[in-house]
């Protein structure tokens, strides 16, 4: 196939993707939860920013590294890649390793964590994504694993007390295929299985999907309490950063309770609560929480984003806005299920190649030189009743 008739932007990439699978896997892939508002909200965010361009500057080169890496983006951990690939997350952590772009590995990966890092030529995934499950003991020795595999920051997700309500999957009946399993927990005797499972095969028996089933499940006890014993554990081995964040006084409560080392800006994808905001609608208050209300340098207290990123102008201005790192969830998946490695490595060239276009066209030659100067917006589309700060 010549270039010219490869995917040539992701949404290329994502209809090839949905088009060359069953319905399961295109609702697990696309699905958000309820009504979709926030997945939607997701999208619609970047498009209350415009971009003004800067005219007469030498573009002739533009330096897109950042922090070492090849590009300020990295893959977001997303679970079960083995629906979209056999070699699943193994295809992922070379093509993480070929561009030189971080990766994340979730704990509901289809690979074992061991496994990645010897697929990536030993090279650890840069976070670790974990649920801190019923069992603390499960969970301990999960991050004991992540810390002699090399894993230097553990990326917990908050977001998910319980599991949003996802019709779709229900509708498609969800099921993890017999060829499949979780790899980081296989042989285990009390295994950690898909809650999004759990609550379809619940349904199919007729019982109700409020009470779990095994003390590894979520757990929606969790508090600032659980992140300190997190820390306890760790002991300074591991950074500590928080996925889940959407406010600014969460935001602040991370910097004075969590003590963390770092916050992703993150609604799950859109797959839980809905009818919350888009993620980059919640940056702007959420940077100058951390910035100016608390004075956190970026090396003091990083804040990452996902959430809707398809096009190297999502990149622009969500860098603009204040977000020191861009990571893309979805995107990845699409890019497995078109073509394995070297899809995930199209996707990443695409992004990279509209990100050099968007920043030579605004007049800017390095990722440190993107800021709010270069956006124009109407004003936020959202305004809090009521604050706390």
């Known amino acids: 196939m010549s270039k010219i008739d490869e995917p040539q932007t992701l949404a290329d990439l994502e209809k090839l993707a949905l088009s060359s699978t069953n319905y399961m896997n ?75 772009i971080p990766m994340v590995l979730s704990s509901y990966s289809s690979q074992a964590l061991e496994d990645v890092v010897e697929a990536a030529g030993n090279q650890a995934p840069e976070f670790l994504q974990l649920y801190i499950f019923r069992d603390r003991k499960t969970t301990a020795e999960f991050v004991e694993r992540a810390y002699r595999a090399g894993v230097k920051a553990l990326l917990v997700t908050v977001d998910t007390p319980v599991l949003g309500k996802r019709p779709k999957l229900v509708k498609s009946k969800y099921k993890l295929p017999n060829h499949l399993d979780y790899g980081n927990f296989r042989g285990t005797p009390n295994a950690v299985r898909d809650p999004i499972q759990l609550i379809n095969d619940k349904l199919e028996l007729g019982k109700d999907t409020t009470e779990t089933l095994s003390q590894n499940e979520l757990d929606a006890s969790l508090t600032w309490e659980d992140i300190s014993w997190l820390k306890s554990i760790t002991k300074g081995k591991m950074e500590i950063w928080l996925k889940g964040i959407l ?34 609608d919640m940056l702007p208050e959420i940077v100058h929480a951390a910035r100016v209300i608390k004075g956190k340098t970026p090396k003091e207290f990083g804040i990452h984003i996902d959430g809707g990123v398809r096009t190297g102008s999502d990149i622009f201005k969500a860098i603009a806005l204040g977000a020191d790192f861009v990571w893309v969830g979805r995107p990845v998946i699409y890019g497995l299920s078109y073509d394995g490695q070297r899809g995930v490595e199209l996707m990443t060239d695409i992004l990279a190649n509209e990100l050099r276009i968007t920043m030579q066209l605004s007049g800017v030659t390095h990722i440190k030189d993107i800021g709010p100067e270069y956006l124009l917006t109407w004003g936020p589309r959202f305004f809090p009743l009521k604050s706390n700060l």
């Open 26 to 100: 295109s609702s697990y892939w696309t699905t958000g939860s309820e009504r979709d508002i926030t997945l939607s909200n997701n999208f619609s965010a970047f498009d209350v920013y415009t971009i003004k361009p800067r005219v007469l500057v030498d573009v002739s080169t533009c330096d897109l590294s950042w922090n070492g890496w090849s590009l300020p983006v990295g893959y977001a951990p997303s679970g079960s890649q083995g629906l979209a690939h056999a070699d699943g997350e193994l295809a992922t952590a070379r093509a993480a390793r070929a561009k030189n």
């Open 247 to 280: 406010t600014a006084e969460d935001t602040i409560k991370a910097i004075e309770n969590g003590g963390v080392d770092g916050i992703w800006v993150s609604n799950h994808g859109g797959r839980q609560l809905d009818s919350a905001p888009g993620t980059l």
